[in-house]
């Protein structure tokens, strides 16, 4: 049974970091394309960034966010630098195998002084 479990959500002061981490059982990560969406309130739920299985990523949006996985452990992370209130928003982990959307439950991010 394929299970994404993601947790790190706060509350966070704009201007601080956050690291998100997405726990992935039930498949085999290591050939799996991984990606992390954001859904802010009232918007549809957004592709931030992916990582390929050899660890490579991709950016919807760069400068502030790094992707990165940990194969041996099946865990994806997200590090979000210089949080701002735009960051705000539900955080998910993803990715699709055989034209099948896995997602987590979602950690929620509130980025607020």
């Known amino acids: 049974q394929v299970q994404l479990h993601e947790s790190g959500g706060k509350l966070v002061q704009p201007g601080g970091a956050l690291t998100l981490s997405c726990a992935a059982s039930?498949?085999?990560?290591?050939?799996?394309?991984m990606d992390w969406y954001r859904q802010a309130p009232g918007k549809q739920r957004a592709l931030i960034a992916s990582?390929?299985?050899?660890?490579i990523p991709s950016y919807k949006y760069s400068g502030r966010f790094t992707i990165s996985r940990n194969n041996e452990e099946n865990i994806l992370y997200l590090r979000v630098d210089n949080l701002q209130p735009e960051d705000t928003g539900v955080y998910y982990c993803?990715?699709?195998?055989?034209?099948?959307?896995?997602w987590g439950q979602g950690t929620q991010v509130t980025v607020s002084s």
């Open positions: 993803h990715f699709v195998r055989d034209s099948v959307d896995y």
């Open positions: 039930g498949f085999d990560f290591r050939l799996v394309t």
């Open positions: 990582v390929l299985p050899n660890h």
